[in-house]
């Protein structure tokens, strides 16, 4: 059998990187739909509204333990193979749900699952980014944060289909439908290479080349390649050489910075679940209620605001590379900022049944278009790209699987606090997400650096304060500028 190299290698990694994003959007959004409904409720003998909320967010729980395990073992194991048993866990998860009869065993379940999308969470960004070219490396990545949405939009459809059916085939069967697409993904996993970087990294040099060369087929001349080859493995040489890679270093405030490489990565991923996304995303029916809508229209409403979420992912696809990261997180958190603020104002004028109650309810239910519209631009792709492109290579599994973890239990967190947030302080939860919002624009403008266009090497040399001085440079036929040359250090 032909070995994939060029396009269609590329084409097979992303589409394995962006099922694991569809698992994520799928399961974000499964029990959401159905603990409300009357088959779920009968088979757990109608859960309180504490129970209800940790059987939704204990998936969370389940998702940040596997990050923080595969920042133990992902290293070493390689790439595809921490994705495999990411996979190999969650359908075994899919299984302990869709055959759950007690609220404890399917508490474990969903943990359990959500410890194999930990996994597959924290090791896709790093294996798409160690693969895609670093001209367009932010839209492979956005190509995943569209699948991400898609999963999210349907599983809702499927949700909703299921809703008005008493029996616990209702439930059952929109949870054991994950796995039409975890099984593909073993397959793809069982043709694809590991990460030459990865390969690089653990001293397997003549691998990391010929994986390399099978990236690059039809791009580069082999020159070019090999100059490629060589920078990754003199980065990979200076990192084992300062120790970059060990627990210890995530301590150490090292020549390449990697102790606030880390902390930018992980506090770009606590940023985007504490500005309130996954508010809206597990409890937009609850949200549209809270404006006014009754139960009827917020369900649909629901359904079309996380139609609007996969559409609108689509855009950065066209943003990303050109106009960089920084813009795209400036603009978007503001905007996002100044859409709750509004937000605020609009649900206190419902909350107290003012004479504008009814307008506010509108408008209201607009500005959640307005803010997942924002996050899904500015914010969802660039927080994926960006910690797997700034970490260092020895670093880049655990950085991950750390900033992942604490995506997830940000995300367990706002799960867990927004139903009681809306019960007791109402409209005032906006302002706290408005103010959280407001609060990362200051910190990413001054600590975040640009990443567009660099190669992931580069940017040990950014942080070390180095110069990258390519020899020359051509452009292809494509227009995408290509370097050729050595790195020289800045004296």
Request: glycine share 8%; charged share 15%; proline share 4%.
């Amino acid at each position: 059998m032909a070995k994939l190299q060029g396009t269609a290698l590329l084409a097979a990694v992303t589409t394995l990187t962006s099922m694991g994003f569809l698992m994520i959007g799928y399961d974000n959004g499964l029990m959401g739909g159905l603990v409300n409904g009357p088959a779920f409720n009968s088979t757990f003998d109608t859960p309180g509204p504490v129970i209800q909320g940790f059987i939704v967010a204990c998936f969370d729980l389940g998702a940040f333990l596997g990050s923080v395990a595969s920042a133990t073992f992902g290293e070493r194991l390689g790439r595809r193979k921490s994705i495999a048993v990411g996979v190999l866990v969650m359908l075994a998860g899919a299984l302990l749900q869709a055959t759950a009869y007690t609220r404890a065993h399917m508490i474990v379940a969903r943990i359990v699952s959500g410890m194999g999308m930990g996994i597959i969470n924290s090791t896709v960004p790093v294996f798409q980014a160690e693969f895609s070219p670093k001209v367009t490396r932010g839209l492979y990545v956005c190509m995943q944060l569209s699948t991400l949405n898609l999963g999210i939009c349907i599983v809702y459809w499927v949700d909703y289909g299921f809703s008005g059916y008493a029996g616990s085939f209702a439930w059952r069967v929109p949870v054991i439908l994950q796995c039409i697409f975890l099984f593909p993904m073993l397959l793809l996993i069982a043709i694809l290479p590991e990460s030459p970087r990865w390969l690089a990294a653990h001293d397997r040099p003549d691998e990391s080349l010929e994986v390399l060369r099978r990236i690059k087929a039809g791009q580069l001349d082999d020159e070019t390649i090999l100059a490629l080859h060589a920078d990754i493995l003199k980065v990979a040489a200076d990192e084992a050489a300062m120790g970059s890679g060990s627990w210890k270093t995530l301590l150490q405030a090292d020549r390449i910075h990697s102790r606030r490489r880390l902390l930018i990565a992980c506090s770009v991923q606590a940023f985007q679940q504490l500005g309130g996304i996954n508010a809206i995303i597990y409890y937009s029916g609850t949200l549209f209620a809270n404006v006014g809508f009754d139960n009827q229209r917020s369900a649909l409403m629901s359904g079309f605001l996380q139609l609007w979420f996969f559409v609108a992912s689509f855009i950065p696809w066209f943003l990303i590379d050109r106009i960089g990261r920084r813009p795209l997180f400036l603009s978007m958190i503001s905007l996002m900022a100044a859409v709750m603020a509004v937000q605020a104002g609009l649900v206190y004028q419902v909350q107290y049944d003012t004479a504008i109650a009814y307008a506010a309810g509108i408008g209201g239910a607009a500005m959640l278009f307005v803010f997942q519209g924002a996050f899904t631009i500015g914010f969802q792709a660039t927080v994926w790209v960006y910690p797997s492109e700034i970490l260092p290579l020895r670093l880049r599994q655990k950085g991950s699987s750390l900033s992942t973890a604490s995506n997830w239990i940000c995300n367990f967190i706002i799960v867990m606090i927004t139903p009681d947030a809306i019960s007791n302080i109402g409209w005032k939860t906006y302002i706290i997400f408005a103010v959280l919002n407001a609060t990362w624009v200051p910190i990413i403008y001054v600590f975040y650096p640009e990443s567009k266009g660099m190669e992931l090497e580069d940017f040990d040399r950014l942080f070390a304060g180095e110069d990258v001085v390519p020899i020359m440079q051509h452009t292809d036929e494509e227009g995408v500028e290509v370097h050729m040359g050595e790195i020289k250090e800045t004296l």
